[in-house]
């Protein structure tokens, strides 16, 4: 296996570290400009750090926001090593460098004080070299059961699928705490109904597990949901998604 210096202190570096240690192949080093979280995660992992000079590795997983990549990439100066990013967003062709470059992409929401099973996240490979793309196949092997290549029209794609999966979902969470919030509703109410509708979709198809009032456009019902919000934003958050479910299902 390839000795890796993982690049950054943030939720992806720190998982992906822990991820590594797990399978027994702890990274030779974490680097990053953040002193503090560097040396916290290091500690965490307990690998070594620095914030100075990069650690002589094989491969550099970057993992740091996708907007930093090409800027640290451009400080790795050895033509032999691996050089990934873990972006699902941006080609390899970011990465601003003389060496072997590659994306090492988990689709993955990773929170600081999360467990997860690293077994069971979907990690996609590229690599301009089929030779470096092997090692990278199984060092993702090494973590996870599910390993697959996925060039970059490929990742991209997925990345606005998870987008649509995880923050847009996510975000709607949030829409419903704050209308339970000013009713003084326990948010943990709607729990029991956020896990089935999650777990529905393991055994249909979303399409096919969709309910509510928009699928039926049953107008009565919404119109009493509409005139219930005092918020334009999420007037018109509402208004959109019921219009979009109503033309996926009308006949």
């Not at 970059?152 to 979902?169: P, S």
């Amino acid at each position: 296996m390839l000795k890796t210096v993982i690049i950054g202190s943030g939720n992806v570096a720190r998982h992906l570290a822990k991820a590594f240690c797990e399978a027994g192949l702890p990274p030779v080093g974490i680097y990053g400009r953040n002193e503090a979280a560097v040396k916290e995660l290091a500690t965490e992992v307990n690998v070594p750090f620095s914030t100075d000079e990069l650690i002589d590795a094989e491969l550099y997983l970057i993992c740091t926001s996708d907007r930093a990549i090409a800027e640290v990439s451009t400080k790795i100066q050895n033509p032999r090593a691996v050089v990934a990013h873990t972006s699902g967003s941006l080609p390899t062709n970011i990465l601003q460098g003389n060496y072997h470059k590659a994306a090492f992409y988990p689709l993955q929401t990773f929170s600081k004080d999360r467990i997860l099973d690293y077994s069971e996240i979907p990690f996609f490979i590229e690599a301009e070299d089929p030779a470096v793309g092997e090692k990278l196949m199984k060092m993702a092997s090494a973590i996870s059961t599910r390993v697959s290549r996925a060039d970059y029209d490929q990742r991209r794609h997925l990345h606005l699928a998870a987008v649509f999966a995880c923050n847009f979902v996510n975000h709607l969470y949030a829409q419903a705490e704050k209308i339970c919030e000013l009713q003084q509703i326990p948010f943990e109410y709607l729990l029991p109904l956020i896990k089935e509708t999650a777990s529905k979709v393991e055994n249909l198809l979303p399409k096919n597990a969709q309910t509510g009032p928009a699928v039926r456009n049953d107008r009565n019902v919404i119109e009493k949901h509409e005139s219930l919000i005092s918020d334009e934003m999420q007037l018109k958050m509402y208004r959109l998604l019921t219009e979009s479910i109503y033309k996926t299902y009308e006949l």
